[in-house]
């Protein structure tokens, strides 16, 4: 099975909206229930210079994505942060790996992004073990960062920093 990775194009929203749609993938994100195509479609219309949008695509099918956000601060500039979503019906076949991987060379080799920050819920055993197998640390521990099926949960933050290369 080849996954392809590519940057997002408008006519992607309607992909995008139905794997958005699944409780169980919007669950682990700060998305809300029921994204309308509306929604999707003004996102992938309107990106920001400082925003990079992904998709993954297996057989001609969008399942995945991955949006990375460079900083625009000044001070900043060296910092980009990342969310990604998979279908459910294709996480645990290394589509969220290879989107990830393609947002790091992105940001290594050709953005000059030192560090790469991701924040995820503390009970997202999976996504934490990926990140983690692609030099991320844990940093800290955020108390009743986001509201969820009626409940706070707990999140991590999470980076990645990218050694100086010699010479």
């Known amino acids: 099975m080849k996954i392809g990775i ?9 992909a995008l909206q139905a794997i958005y749609t699944d409780e169980a993938l919007y669950a682990n994100t700060l998305q809300l229930p029921m994204p309308s195509k509306t929604l999707w479609r003004t996102r992938l219309a309107e990106i920001p210079d400082n925003m990079y949008v992904l998709v ?3 057989e001609g099918e969008v ?41 790091l060379d992105l940001a290594d080799n050709w953005l000059d992004i030192r560090r790469i920050e991701i924040t995820t819920y503390t009970d997202n055993t999976g996504g934490i073990g990926l990140y983690k197998s692609l030099g991320f640390v844990i940093e800290g521990e ?16 999470m980076a990645r920093i990218r050694e100086a290369k010699n010479g």
């Open 142 to 157: 955020m108390v009743d960062y986001a509201y969820r099926n009626g409940e706070y949960i707990n999140a991590y933050q």
């Open 6 to 14: 590519r940057h997002a194009e408008p006519e992607d929203a309607e």
């Open 63 to 103: 399942v995945g994505n991955l949006g990375l956000e460079t900083m625009i601060s000044k001070r900043r500039r060296h910092v980009a942060s990342f969310g990604v979503s998979v279908k459910a019906a294709s996480q645990g076949k290394g589509v969220g790996r290879a989107l990830i991987t393609a947002a």
């Open 56 to 58: 993954a695509e297996i």
